[in-house]
């Protein structure tokens, strides 16, 4: 069975500090996607970045950057220089091939992290 | 272009009553997805769709949950004889061949 485990339940920042969403994960499959979504008071989960399995390559994005470390399943996630606007729940997820068809099947999510940036 | 679209946005029903959920996948999006996001069970996957037929269903939580995709479109969640367990909110997700899932603003579903 594949368990993502956010062990971070809040974090609390002030305004322009970096801060790393940390994630962890369990699968049996050699080949899988990891995602982070971010949910703003509106509700709505909002896609922010993918990664392979197969590249652990990792990546700056704007404000956001990310660490993929499959030796220790990891794939932590940074938002340099905070602002209010960041302020949600921020989930990891993973895939789960679909045997079947060319799509992978369903996402298994983390339990969230609620970032607060404080002004 | 379009988001994924999800109607209503909010159902008060009493329990013991059916309600049906709606989602309008992104256009050309082959895959689809429910979810359901309850404050003591997080994110839970219900059922996924390829085209119309659904691979995986092993999320719904029980036979009074059922869903069904036409067209290859517009697919149609139903929850029979709601009970207060069932309040939560309904979100739908679809994908294409980059495998990324984009979010509904989803069904906030109350049952009194």
């Known amino acids: 069975a594949q368990k993502v485990t956010q062990a971070q339940t809040e974090i609390s920042v002030v305004e322009k500090e970096d801060v790393t969403l940390d994630c962890v994960y369990e699968?049996?499959?050699?080949?899988?996607?990891l995602f982070w979504y971010k949910q703003p008071p509106s509700g709505e989960l909002v896609f922010l970045i993918r990664?392979?399995?197969?590249?652990?390559q990792n990546e700056i994005s704007g404000r956001y950057s990310w660490n993929f470390q499959k030796s220790t399943s990891s794939f932590n996630f940074t938002i340099t220089a905070s602002q209010v606007v960041d302020s949600a729940v921020y989930f990891c997820?993973?895939?789960?091939?679909?045997?079947?068809?060319?799509?992978?099947?369903?996402?298994?999510f983390g339990q969230g992290t609620i970032l607060t940036v404080h002004p | 272009g379009a988001g994924v679209s999800q109607s209503p946005s909010n159902k008060v029903t009493e329990k013991g009553k059916d309600v049906e959920l709606r989602c309008d996948p992104i256009?050309?999006?082959?895959?689809l997805y429910w979810y359901r996001q309850s404050l003591g069970q997080g994110l839970e996957f219900l059922i996924y769709?390829?085209?119309?037929?659904?691979?995986?269903k092993s999320g719904l939580p029980s036979d009074r949950f059922s869903a069904e995709r036409t067209g290859g479109s517009v697919s149609t969640l139903t929850i029979q004889r709601t009970q207060q367990e069932d309040s939560a909110v309904y979100l739908c997700?679809?994908?294409?061949?980059?495998?990324?899932?984009?979010f509904g603003p989803g069904t906030r579903l109350t049952v009194l």
């Open positions: 990664r392979n399995s197969f590249d652990e």
């Open positions: 699968t049996r499959d050699t080949t899988y996607y």
């Open positions: 256009s050309g999006h082959t895959a």
């Open positions: 997700a679809s994908s294409s061949h980059s495998r990324t899932q984009y």
């Open positions: 997820a993973l895939s789960d091939p679909n045997a079947g068809g060319t799509s992978y099947g369903k996402l298994t």
């Open positions: 769709f390829q085209g119309n037929s659904a691979p995986d």
